[in-house]
């Protein structure tokens, strides 16, 4: 099973330039839990519902206040469509991430998720969390 079939897609963006407000809010609207940050239509980063909660929390800042660059989580790791989703698993769990944009020829094409592959391709997620 490949990337490409267990992807989430359209993938939510928006420039590194606006709040994390509009960020959140597009979280909200959506029913999602990241949104990909980009400069001049170009990922560059990923801002986490996880990430808001904790860092507007922890540095006692007002959200509309905080532009996505700087919340957000660079560089950006990311993955191609037609790679295997054991090996997605693997580069999650390498780098410690529960998301990576998909890309294919320099475009955002989809995002995979941990969410993802537990609900459409468990066995291949299951190596990383080993029976007791």
């Known amino acids: 099973m490949k990337v490409r079939d267990v992807m989430s897609r359209p993938v939510i963006t928006e420039d590194e330039d606006v709040s994390v407000t509009i960020v959140s809010e ?23 519902d996880r990430d808001i909660a904790i860092k507007i929390c922890a540095t006692k800042r007002r959200a509309s206040e905080v532009k996505a660059k700087e919340m957000m989580s660079s560089p950006l790791v990311t993955i ?37 592959i537990l609900t459409k391709a468990p066995k291949h997620i299951k190596k990383f969390y080993p029976e007791e």
């Open 26 to 48: 597009d979280m909200e609207l959506s029913g999602i839990g990241c949104v990909v940050i980009t400069k001049e239509d170009k990922p560059t980063g990923i801002i986490t």
């Open 80 to 116: 191609k469509p037609g790679v295997s989703v054991e090996e997605a698993g693997e580069l999650l769990a390498e780098n410690n991430i529960r998301r990576l944009p998909v890309m294919e020829n320099d475009k955002l094409v989809g995002i995979i998720s941990v969410r993802n």
